[in-house]
């Protein structure tokens, strides 16, 4: 039977102590033991469930991984304190010093400049790619590459990465081939596809309300057990951990994601066919026109649709910033970064989330200077909305 991941999710709630229906947050930094015995046998990780310092686990962060898990359904999930510690770590984790990478060049300004101007010194150096060229991804593959890197749908140009394909090219050069699911969560389910890691940002989607940073990252056992452990484990080390207030607070909002994906979506797939009908150049995975459409049916879990993400093209970023600022005056939402609000967040990429990629580079990978990319919100009339959009589009 196929995996369905708001059912696993939906089965990974559990009683709290107390019998609370939701888990206790454990506010403790550190934890006692009975005797200087037990306390080392702990450090020596003899000890089976016991807490010793919450930067390696903490009681209500290893509730929000067990969940995280099982909608991944990978055997674990480890918590960070934001997305980008999630890809950091997980990437430290996996690469030595003159390791190399193969990675989207279409990918989170963040994600890119770590690769391109971060990574280089430990002699760790990464090729970018248009992750939709499967002879590209062959092709920029060297003997000492490690790893294979993407986004499921890639920020911003919402390109679909045929992650079955990119699955068969990492076992023919034993690449570990990581993806970063923050735009598709349960829309797309990486590991079932072949996918070793999954990296997010919980601050978008996942969390859904914007009040905090967070990330995590979902793996094997072995991958979570060495990325904490105490003498050489990325996470530990660097120790970019998730507070267990927040950790508690993303795990309540966690169990209402399946209703929050649907709608995004429903409202996304709405606004994008007006956008089209209004002659706007548009980009959604979930119009015909959308060049990795029929991929995008074959991989995703259909009942989530295709996603809150949806570019429209205005040619250049003096008209993008108009509209954006016509749209906010007029309540459509809100000219801010970040994704996955109830309202409706729009930002001109190239000058914002992707600044750190330089202009002749997304001149290159197609990215328009007055590209506007809207993460479509909760509206409960996205028609009314749509009506206001229109509005400030004819006053352009
Ligand atoms: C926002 C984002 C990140 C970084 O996450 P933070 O929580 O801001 O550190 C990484 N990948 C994608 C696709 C994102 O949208």
């Given at each position: 039977?196929?995996?369905?991941?708001?059912?696993?999710?939906?089965?990974s709630?559990?009683?709290?102590?107390h019998?609370?229906?939701?888990?206790?947050?454990?506010?403790?930094a550190?934890?006692?033991?009975?005797?200087?015995?037990?306390?080392?046998a702990?450090?020596n990780?003899?000890?089976?469930?016991?807490?010793?310092?919450?930067?390696?686990?903490n009681?209500t962060?290893?509730?929000?991984?067990k969940?995280l898990?099982?909608?991944?359904?990978?055997?674990?999930?480890?918590?960070?304190?934001?997305g980008?510690?999630?890809?950091?770590?997980?990437?430290l984790?996996?690469?030595?010093?003159?390791?190399?990478?193969?990675?989207?060049?279409?990918?989170?300004?963040?994600?890119?400049?770590?690769?391109?101007?971060?990574l280089?010194?430990?002699?760790?150096?990464?090729?970018?790619?248009?992750?939709?060229?499967?002879?590209?991804?062959?092709?920029?593959?060297?003997?000492?590459?490690?790893?294979?890197?993407t986004?499921?749908?890639t920020?911003?140009?919402?390109?679909?990465?045929d992650?079955?394909?990119?699955r068969?090219?990492?076992?023919?050069?034993?690449?570990?081939?990581i993806?970063?699911?923050?735009f598709?969560?349960?829309?797309?389910?990486?590991?079932?596809?072949?996918?070793?890691?999954?990296?997010?940002s919980?601050?978008k989607?996942?969390?859904?309300?914007?009040?905090?940073t967070?990330?995590?990252i979902?793996a094997?056992?072995?991958?979570?057990?060495?990325?904490?452990?105490l003498?050489?484990?990325?996470?530990?080390?660097?120790?970019?951990?998730?507070?267990?207030?927040?950790?508690?607070?993303?795990?309540?909002?966690?169990?209402?994601?399946?209703?929050r994906?649907?709608?995004?979506?429903?409202?996304?797939?709405?606004?994008?066919?007006?956008f089209?009908?209004l002659g706007?150049r548009?980009?959604?995975?979930?119009?015909?026109?959308?060049?990795?459409?029929?991929?995008?049916?074959?991989?995703?879990?259909?009942?989530?649709?295709?996603?809150?993400?949806?570019?429209?093209d205005?040619e250049?970023?003096?008209?993008?910033?108009?509209?954006?600022?016509?749209?906010?005056?007029?309540?459509?939402?809100?000219?801010?970064v970040?994704?996955?609000?109830?309202?409706?967040?729009f930002?001109?990429s190239?000058?914002s989330?992707?600044?750190?990629?330089?202009?002749?580079?997304?001149?290159?990978?197609?990215?328009?200077?007055?590209l506007?990319?809207?993460?479509?919100?909760?509206?409960h009339?996205?028609?009314e909305?749509?009506?206001?959009?229109?509005?400030?589009?004819?006053?352009?």
């Amino acid at each position: 039977m196929k995996f369905n991941p708001a059912k696993a999710l939906e089965k990974s709630a559990s009683i709290g102590s107390h019998r609370g229906v939701n888990h206790m947050i454990n506010d403790s930094a550190t934890y006692t033991f009975e005797s200087g015995e037990q306390m080392t046998a702990c450090f020596n990780g003899e000890l089976e469930g016991a807490y010793l310092y919450s930067r390696h686990w903490n009681p209500t962060n290893f509730a929000l991984s067990k969940s995280l898990a099982a909608m991944e359904g990978t055997e674990a999930a480890w918590d960070t304190g934001s997305g980008m510690a999630a890809i950091t770590n997980a990437i430290l984790q996996v690469c030595n010093a003159g390791d190399h990478i193969v990675s989207s060049v279409s990918s989170y300004g963040g994600t890119y400049a770590f690769m391109k101007f971060y990574l280089p010194k430990f002699n760790i150096h990464t090729d970018f790619v248009n992750i939709t060229d499967l002879d590209a991804v062959e092709k920029a593959i060297k003997p000492n590459t490690k790893i294979l890197y993407t986004e499921s749908l890639t920020n911003p140009l919402l390109q679909v990465a045929d992650i079955p394909a990119l699955r068969k090219i990492a076992d023919k050069y034993q690449l570990t081939l990581i993806i970063d699911n923050t735009f598709t969560p349960l829309i797309i389910s990486p590991i079932q596809l072949g996918a070793d890691i999954v990296v997010y940002s919980l601050t978008k989607f996942v969390n859904g309300k914007n009040d905090t940073t967070a990330g995590a990252i979902c793996a094997s056992l072995d991958f979570i057990n060495s990325l904490i452990d105490l003498n050489d484990g990325s996470s530990m080390l660097l120790g970019g951990v998730l507070d267990s207030i927040r950790a508690a607070n993303i795990h309540k909002n966690l169990f209402t994601l399946p209703i929050r994906m649907k709608k995004h979506s429903e409202n996304a797939m709405f606004l994008a066919q007006k956008f089209k009908d209004l002659g706007l150049r548009t980009v959604y995975p979930g119009l015909p026109d959308h060049p990795q459409h029929e991929l995008m049916k074959e991989l995703m879990n259909p009942e989530f649709g295709f996603g809150g993400m949806v570019s429209i093209d205005l040619e250049t970023p003096e008209r993008a910033s108009k509209f954006m600022s016509l749209m906010q005056d007029s309540g459509v939402g809100y000219l801010a970064v970040s994704l996955g609000y109830f309202k409706t967040l729009f930002s001109n990429s190239g000058k914002s989330t992707s600044s750190e990629v330089p202009e002749e580079t997304q001149r290159d990978m197609g990215l328009s200077p007055g590209l506007v990319r809207y993460s479509v919100g909760l509206d409960h009339d996205i028609h009314e909305s749509y009506k206001v959009i229109e509005e400030c589009y004819k006053k352009l």
